[in-house]
Nanobody, 115 residues
């Protein structure tokens, strides 16, 4: 069982920045991949960014060039740096982990971008 705890959400004006953190209960190098998803009201949960055990990254087209996923293995933490935020980035952001075929989710953190 992998426990994930997100933090760093909040209210920010358009054009601003936020950094989300996801602390894992285990060594993230033992996790196959970690990712950030987001879900806006009335919409499906979509992938924002992911990072594999080997450090490869992948981004949704809508956030490329604005968001950066990174990790600190010593702290068992994955980050999502979000720059140039837009109102359409408003959503609950969830941390996700995949390990040996099992999915794990955090509780989510709200990000609200005002225009």
């Amino acid at each position: 069982q992998v426990h994930l705890v997100e933090s760093g959400g909040g209210l920010v004006q358009a054009g601003g920045s936020l950094r989300l953190s996801c602390a894992a209960s285990e060594n993230i190098f033992s996790i196959d991949a970690m990712a950030w998803y987001r879900q806006a009201p009335g919409k499906q949960r979509d992938l924002v960014a992911e990072i594999t055990r080997l450090g490869s990254t992948n981004y949704a087209d809508s956030v490329k060039g604005r968001f950066t996923i990174s990790r600190d293995i010593a702290k068992n933490t994955v980050y999502l740096r979000m720059n140039s935020l837009k109102p359409e980035d408003t959503a609950v952001y969830y941390c996700y982990a995949l390990r040996v075929g099992d999915d794990y989710w955090g509780q989510g953190t709200q990000v609200t971008v005002s225009s």
